[in-house]
């Protein structure tokens, strides 16, 4: 069977906090179905695989968003920044997909401008804040 994964769990750098490799992981599990669905040519799937990354992501953005605001990291506006960049950056490709269905320019996206910006925003960004958050939370 063919791997058509961008990403590998173990490529994905961990992070203080279990429940963020969690959906780290779970957010890569998804586009690597979206990658498989592109080579596959499955328009259908391709969009219902989208829609669901759409909602994962929010949900995994707002997550962080909330625990960093809750403890007060210092970094907060920055990283909430580079999460609104990135969630609107999803929304206009998938939108374009469901207006074009173009599907060069969504595999690119998938193949080389997410898989980048996740393992380099998890490695700096998350790194970071999960850091903090886990000692925030054990000093409750």
């Not at 609104?84 to 060069?104: F, P, R, V, Y």
């Not at 401008?113 to 700096?124: K, L």
Request: with cysteine; net charge negative.
């Amino acid at each position: 069977m063919q791997n058509n994964n961008v990403l590998e769990t173990e490529n994905i750098p961990q992070v203080a906090m279990d429940a963020m490799n969690d959906v780290h992981r779970d957010e890569l599990n998804i586009v690597n179905h979206v990658n498989a669905a592109i080579v596959a040519n499955n328009n259908d799937e391709i969009s219902q695989l989208c829609q669901q990354w759409i909602e994962h992501t929010k949900a995994h953005f707002e997550r962080e968003n909330y625990l960093m605001e809750k403890y007060d990291f210092p970094a907060f506006h920055c990283h909430h920044k580079e999460h609104s960049e990135a969630l609107q950056g999803l929304e206009n490709i998938i939108e374009l997909w469901k207006n074009t269905n173009n599907i060069e320019e969504l595999a690119e996206y998938v193949q080389q401008t997410w898989p980048n910006w996740y393992v380099s925003h998890i490695a700096s960004m998350d790194v970071v804040t999960s850091g903090y958050i886990k000692q925030a939370m054990e000093n409750e």
